[in-house]
């Protein structure tokens, strides 16, 4: 009778583990989704996102040609398929919105550590070199720096990664001057460990979870801003696609070919969801103040 009690308790606590946490699984599916169809564009993508048929041009979703090509998604102006060049251009996307935040991470995750374990002048200049950079906000920096360095998808990284960094140095930092007053820090102090070591061991480790939660938060931020340099034309340039320029693309079109410019803004609002809900989710299940209640 004990294992049906247990494995009925088991599926109860499943259940409200569920409930508890639907946005948070919904949230991983979109996100699934998305990354799962950026990686399979290859096999996905019904035709070459590069391909042109100025004969098939601004046709709407679900248009065929009859030679077994289907525009699901339909055609854009000068004939190329929608749905192939949104498979595609989602991995760009990816690509830099990924790269960006590991990049910034580390940067900012390094810095942090230093600052809020070594303290002393160190700490000054690094805290004062934030402050500095969060004072210009992001959107206007990136411009101006993608504007300087010229748009390319390397410059776009780079520019990404330099000026995100700010926000996890602070939290790492607040978490540090926290964690050093603990007494597992005091105990390895008295056990002689070096100090690299216990920054390396038992530091580093308990700022994985907010720098997890922000990491998420910071991907949708990252997929909004490129679309939204795409769409000013400081993005990666045509015609390799990406979800900002294929909204710029059918900018001038908005009235007579909705779909060039709907289908971009669909995938882009369920990244940035799906991301929002899933760190969202993440900072709850982290957070033992939540266990607790």
């Given at each position: 009778?004990?294992?049906?009690?247990?494995?009925?308790?088991?599926?109860?606590?499943?259940?409200?583990?569920?409930?508890?946490?639907?946005?948070?699984?919904?949230?991983?599916?979109?996100?699934?989704?998305?990354?799962?169809?950026?990686?399979?564009?290859?096999?996905?993508?019904?035709?070459?996102?590069?391909?042109?048929?100025?004969?098939?041009?601004l046709?709407?979703?679900?248009?065929?040609?009859?030679?077994?090509?289907?525009?699901w998604?339909g055609?854009?102006?000068?004939?190329?398929?929608i749905?192939?060049?949104?498979?595609?251009?989602?991995?760009?996307?990816?690509?830099?919105?990924?790269?960006?935040?590991?990049?910034?991470l580390?940067?900012?995750?390094?810095?942090?550590?230093?600052?809020?374990?070594?303290?002393g002048?160190?700490?000054?200049?690094?805290?004062?070199?934030?402050?500095?950079?969060?004072?210009?906000?992001?959107?206007?920096?990136?411009?101006?720096?993608?504007?300087?360095?010229g748009?390319?998808?390397?410059?776009?990284?780079?520019?990404?990664?330099?000026?995100?960094?700010?926000?996890?140095?602070?939290?790492?930092?607040?978490?540090?001057?926290?964690?050093?007053?603990q007494?597992?820090?005091?105990?390895?102090?008295?056990?002689?460990?070096?100090?690299?070591?216990?920054?390396?061991?038992?530091?580093?480790?308990?700022?994985?979870?907010?720098?997890?939660?922000?990491?998420?938060?910071?991907?949708?931020?990252?997929?909004?801003?490129?679309?939204?340099?795409?769409?000013?034309?400081?993005?990666?340039?045509?015609?390799?696609?990406?979800?900002?320029?294929?909204?710029?693309?059918?900018?001038?079109?908005?009235?007579?070919?909705?779909?060039?410019?709907?289908?971009?803004?669909?995938?882009?609002?369920?990244?940035?969801?799906?991301?929002?809900?899933?760190?969202?989710?993440?900072?709850?299940?982290?957070?033992?103040?939540?266990?607790?209640?």
């Amino acid at each position: 009778m004990v294992p049906a009690v247990t494995g009925r308790a088991s599926r109860v606590v499943s259940r409200r583990w569920i409930g508890r946490h639907r946005r948070t699984l919904l949230g991983a599916a979109l996100v699934v989704a998305v990354i799962v169809s950026a990686i399979g564009a290859g096999w996905l993508a019904p035709r070459d996102p590069l391909a042109q048929e100025i004969l098939a041009r601004l046709q709407p979703p679900g248009w065929s040609d009859g030679d077994g090509w289907t525009a699901w998604l339909g055609t854009d102006h000068v004939g190329r398929d929608i749905l192939s060049r949104l498979l595609y251009g989602g991995r760009i996307s990816l690509l830099i919105s990924l790269t960006s935040v590991a990049g910034s991470l580390a940067i900012g995750l390094v810095l942090g550590l230093v600052a809020g374990f070594y303290g002393g002048s160190l700490e000054t200049l690094i805290m004062r070199l934030t402050d500095l950079q969060l004072a210009f906000p992001f959107i206007l920096l990136a411009l101006a720096i993608v504007a300087l360095l010229g748009p390319s998808l390397v410059n776009i990284v780079v520019v990404f990664t330099v000026t995100s960094w700010p926000i996890y140095a602070r939290v790492v930092r607040g978490s540090v001057l926290a964690l050093k007053q603990q007494d597992f820090v005091t105990a390895a102090r008295a056990l002689g460990r070096a100090e690299w070591g216990i920054l390396a061991r038992h530091v580093a480790p308990n700022t994985v979870a907010p720098l997890t939660v922000i990491a998420f938060f910071e991907i949708a931020r990252m997929i909004i801003t490129e679309a939204a340099l795409g769409f000013l034309g400081l993005g990666v340039q045509p015609p390799t696609a990406t979800w900002g320029n294929m909204l710029a693309d059918g900018r001038d079109y908005i009235r007579d070919a909705w779909w060039l410019s709907a289908f971009p803004g669909l995938a882009i609002m369920v990244m940035a969801a799906g991301v929002n809900l899933l760190g969202d989710g993440l900072r709850d299940i982290l957070d033992p103040r939540h266990h607790a209640s």
